[in-house]
C-alpha cells in the first residue's frame, strides 16, 4: 500500500512548503527552494517527517542528486530532528548549521537528553524517536553574513540570536524570500483574517532572551523581505507590520514574566496571563471565539512560551540581568 501524497503549498518563485506532518496539519513545515534545476531543503522536521519530504522531491521531480544543500534554521527538534536520517536520503546534500549546532548534530545525545528534559520520555519518544547523527564531514558551519549559492541564486545566511543561539536564517537575495525558522515567529493559517496573518513570537526553552530577538526581528524585517517563509507554518508578508507586532508582544510577555517573577506557581499564572493577552490580541484580528482559538490553535506554544519565560527568568536570577 502505498503512502498518501505528500500536503504541498506551491509559492512563486520555485519555493515548495510541505507539510512536516508534525502533531497536526498545518503545525510545522519543511520549505524546498529549487534554482536552476538544484535544490535545497530548509528544515528537515522530525524522522517521521522524512518520508513526507522524500515523496514531495519525487512529486516535485527533483532528484536525490540534485539536493545541494540541507539548511537547519535551528537544532530544535522539530526542525532538524530528521537531518540525520533525510540526509542518507540525499548523497549529495551537504548541511549548512550554525556553529553552535554542529556538535549537537554529530553526537546528539544532549541535544535527546535536553528536549526530554522539556517534553518528557513518554513525549519525546511519541514525537521525534531515536536521532541518527549526521557524519561531521557533511556538515559546513555558517559566518553571519556568508554568501552561498544554489544554481545560479546567490543566498546569504544571517545569524539570529533570540529564539535560540544556534540560530540562522537563508536569504534569497534575487527573489526577495526569507527563511526565518523559529526567530520571525509562529503565523497559524487558522488564524488569519481580512486584516492579515496572526504572528506570535516563540519563548521556547532554554536560550529565550529577548534583547537578542527583537534585534534578530528588526534585522530582518530591515531586508524588506517581499515573502517570509515560516516553519509554523508556510508563507507570510508584510515584514514592517508583522515585525512590529512581534516586538511589541516580546515586551508584554517578558512584562508578564516579570510580574510574575516571586508568585508562587509562577510558570501557570504566567501561561494564564500570556493567554489572555493571545484572546485580546486575536478579538482585535478579528478571529471568532478568540478564547478557544488560543486553546486550540496555540495551546501547545503557549506552554512552551510560559517554560522559556521561567528559564529566562531563572537565569536572569542567577546573572543579576533582566
Not at 535551528?74 to 540525520?84: I, P, R, S, W
Amino acid at each position: 500500500m502505498s503512502s498518501p501524497a505528500p500536503r504541498l503549498i506551491r509559492h512563486p518563485d520555485g519555493v515548495t512548503t510541505v507539510d512536516a506532518e508534525y502533531v497536526r496539519p498545518g503545525f510545522a513545515s519543511v520549505h524546498v527552494l529549487q534554482r536552476d534545476g538544484k535544490a535545497a531543503v530548509i528544515d528537515s522536521g522530525t524522522n517521521s517527517s522524512v518520508p513526507a519530504v522524500v515523496a514531495a522531491l519525487e512529486q516535485l521531480g527533483i532528484a536525490a542528486e540534485d539536493v545541494e544543500l540541507l539548511f537547519l534554521t535551528h537544532v530544535h527538534l522539530d526542525h532538524a530532528g530528521g537531518a540525520g536520517l533525510l540526509l542518507q536520503q540525499l548523497p549529495r546534500a551537504r548541511v549548512l548549521a550554525h556553529p553552535r549546532a554542529l556538535a549537537h548534530l554529530v553526537e546528539p545525545a544532549r541535544l535527546e537528553s535536553a528536549t526530554i528534559a522539556v517534553y518528557g520520555q513518554r513525549a519525546y519518544e511519541q514525537l521525534y524517536g531515536k536521532l541518527v547523527p549526521v557524519p561531521r564531514e557533511r556538515v559546513s558551519e555558517t559566518r553571519d553574513g556568508e554568501r552561498c549559492t544554489l544554481g545560479g541564486a546567490e543566498l546569504t545566511v544571517l545569524h539570529t540570536p533570540g529564539h535560540a543561539l544556534h540560530h540562522h536564517v537563508l536569504f534569497d537575495v534575487q527573489q526577495s524570500a526569507l527563511f526565518t525558522g523559529d526567530t520571525f515567529g509562529l503565523s497559524y493559517p487558522e488564524l488569519t483574517t481580512e486584516q492579515g496573518p496572526y504572528i506570535v513570537p516563540t519563548t521556547t526553552p532554554t536560550q529565550f532572551d529577548p534583547e537578542q530577538l527583537v534585534a534578530s526581528v528588526r534585522r530582518l524585517a530591515a531586508l524588506e523581505p517581499a515573502a517570509i517563509y515560516l516553519t509554523h507554518y508556510g508563507r507570510v508578508s508584510g515584514a514592517a507590520r508583522l515585525a512590529q507586532s512581534l516586538c511589541e508582544q516580546i515586551e508584554s510577555f517578558v512584562q508578564i514574566a516579570r510580574d510574575n517573577a516571586g508568585a508562587p506557581e509562577r510558570q501557570t499564572r504566567i501561561r494564564e496571563q500570556l493567554h489572555e493577552l493571545l484572546a485580546i490580541r486575536l478579538r482585535a484580528h478579528g478571529v471568532p471565539e478568540p478564547d478557544a482559538a488560543v486553546e486550540r490553535v496555540l495551546g501547545a506554544d503557549l506552554e512552551l512560551n510560559a517554560q522559556g519565560l521561567v528559564a529566562w527568568l531563572e537565569r536572569a536570577e542567577k546573572t543579576g540581568r533582566g
